[in-house]
């Protein structure tokens, strides 16, 4: 191997966004360059900031963690961005209306990963929902070229719908981990005891209880879908394809009957390249 060159902040940004192997990856891929530049250094901030609480096992180190990306936050917004995701990201901040507070939700949110594993009702799962997915849709959505102020309404619906779609497919994951994002109110709607989660059992209570779940996520998508301006639809097609990417996925997961305890259920890239560009080029969900 010859010597490594260090890379600058655009190529570190760059390889973490595609490392990732996420759906947003494709929905970029059709964006103009700045923009696809801007949202790339943003999406690489997100996924910076979701290793801390995903990699570090120690709670107090990751809390220590989030407290320096916090301050590194504040010191990029004066001026003095010393981590390449910020060097990367702040070129943009003025052209697309992303303020400190926007990058501070999502540090709260996966503070909030640190802090608890169990949401007591959907209120209190929304508001993790909002900071960690809401705020990010929002400022794609920016990014994207939002014209009309409603869109933010859209963006937010949006987040919460890719969220919730998270949290079906990665339950079986998340409880190797302690944690159920499942409003504990819900499973006892349902009957659905904690331990059950946590030890990965099926039971036709839990299949009850996803579906319920499932049809929730189905009514974010269409309100979001229903609030998005006329005037917006073409600029917001990147998020677009991740709704119909993601809603694949959630119909994926209810044609396997919620057999996501003991797997991942997952898209393949090609099929994810091909949903992405049958919106762009035909405007299909």
Not at 9 to 35: D, T
Request: proline share 5%; aromatic share 10%.
């Amino acid at each position: 191997m010859g010597q490594s060159h260090p890379m600058n902040p655009q190529q570190y940004v760059q390889q973490k966004a595609a490392a990732s192997g996420s759906s947003f990856y494709y929905a970029f891929l059709f964006l103009p360059r700045p923009r696809r530049a801007a949202i790339t250094a943003f999406y690489a901030f997100c996924r910076e900031i979701d290793d801390v609480v995903d990699e570090i096992s120690d709670a107090s180190v990751a809390r220590t963690k989030l407290v320096w990306w916090q301050k590194e936050v504040t010191q990029s917004f004066k001026g003095q961005p010393t981590h390449p995701v910020m060097q990367a990201l702040m070129p943009h901040t003025s052209a697309y209306h992303i303020e400190p507070r926007h990058l501070l939700a999502v540090i709260e949110g996966c503070q909030m990963d640190l802090d608890q594993t169990r949401y007591l009702d959907y209120p209190a799962l929304q508001r993790y929902c909002h900071l960690v997915a809401g705020v990010v849709g929002e400022v794609a959505a920016q990014i994207f070229g939002q014209t009309d102020p409603a869109t933010t309404q859209y963006a937010h619906r949006l987040g919460q719908a890719l969220q919730l779609t998270n949290i079906l497919r990665d339950v079986g994951e998340d409880a190797l981990r302690g944690r159920i994002y499942l409003p504990v109110n819900d499973l006892q709607q349902f009957d659905v005891k904690a331990h059950e989660v946590l030890k990965r059992e099926y039971s036709e209570r839990f299949t009850a209880l996803m579906r319920f779940q499932a049809e929730r996520a189905h009514r974010l998508y269409d309100e979001a879908l229903a609030l998005l301006p006329a005037a917006d639809r073409r600029a917001q097609k990147p998020g677009l394809m991740m709704a119909s990417i993601y809603r694949t996925l959630l119909r994926e997961i209810e044609g396997d009957n919620f057999q996501v305890l003991h797997q991942r259920i997952s898209l393949t890239p090609l099929r994810k390249f091909w949903l992405a560009w049958k919106m762009q080029a035909l405007g299909l969900m």
